[in-house]
T-cell receptor
Framework: GENVEQHPSTLSVQEGDSAVIKCTYS??????FPWYKQELGKGPQLIID?????GEKKDQRIAVTLNKTAKHFSLHITETQPEDSAVYFC???????????FGQGTRLTINP | SAVISQKPSRDICQRGTSLTIQCQVD?????MFWYRQQPGQSLTLIAT?????????ESGFVIDKFPISRPNLTFSTLTVSNMSPEDSSIYLC???????????FGQGTRLTVV
């Protein structure tokens, strides 16, 4: 079955700098890759996603890139702000599958 | 997006007792799921809640411990039975709509067993 590895487990950056979180997946049939942000005491919130027919997607300060050949995808946050501090999860799923497979999570801390 | 109402948001329970968690969504969905998130960990799928039939459990989870109901397309419950301190976790319901891969989560239930 699918396996998703996420790195790093913790990341600390200065406010205003960029943050990058990387995930690799094992099943080449996976074709949908969402990213979730989980703030303390809340459920995961979908922040951006990408499908296998595109290589990059951007939404304001957040972007996701996908390399199908290497089977990895990354979350990029630019101009980080204190409110970006949270735990981020990547996930992967293929068409027809029911279950999202999650990465281990990255605790991102933005230092003022 | 989707509106998912999950309750209770938190509870502290005595070992040996049971807790039922409710999940109400704002529109009919095809798939509802229950996850467990242990402290500092990722999300682990407990089961898929099937409307009108028995839930489909993942390896390591059994119906006697985590009975699930889904009487209609907008409501599901998860019961954590005969609780022990090891059951202390966040429990999350999730949904996906027909023909759509996007998944949404409730706010979670933070359970502490003492």
């Amino acid at each position: 079955g699918e396996n998703v590895e996420q790195h790093p487990s913790t990341l600390s950056v200065q406010e205003g700098d960029s943050a990058v979180i990387k995930c690799t997946y094992s099943d080449s049939a996976s074709n949908y890759f969402p990213w979730y942000k989980q703030e303390l005491g809340k459920g995961p919130q979908l922040i951006i996603d990408i499908r296998s027919n595109v290589g990059e997607k951007k939404d304001q300060r957040i972007a996701v890139t996908l390399n199908k050949t290497a089977k990895h995808f990354s979350l990029h946050i630019t101009e980080t702000q204190p409110e970006d501090s949270a735990v981020y999860f990547c996930a992967a799923i293929k068409s027809g599958a029911q279950k999202l497979v999650f990465g281990q999570g990255t605790r991102l801390t933005i230092n003022p | 997006s989707a509106v998912i109402s999950q309750k209770p948001s938190r509870d502290i329970c005595q070992r040996g007792t049971s807790l039922t968690i409710q999940c109400q969504v704002d529109s009919q969905v095809t798939m509802m799921f229950w996850y467990r998130q242990q402290p500092g960990q990722s999300l682990t799928l407990i089961a898929t809640a099937n409307q009108g039939s028995e839930a489909t459990y993942e390896s390591g989870f059994v119906i006697d411990k985590f009975p699930i109901s889904r009487p209609n397309l907008t409501f599901s419950t998860l019961t954590v039975s005969n609780m022990s301190p090891e059951d202390s976790s966040i429990y999350l319901c999730s949904l996906r709509r027909t023909g759509n891969t996007e998944a949404f989560f409730g706010q979670g239930t933070r359970l502490t067993v003492v």
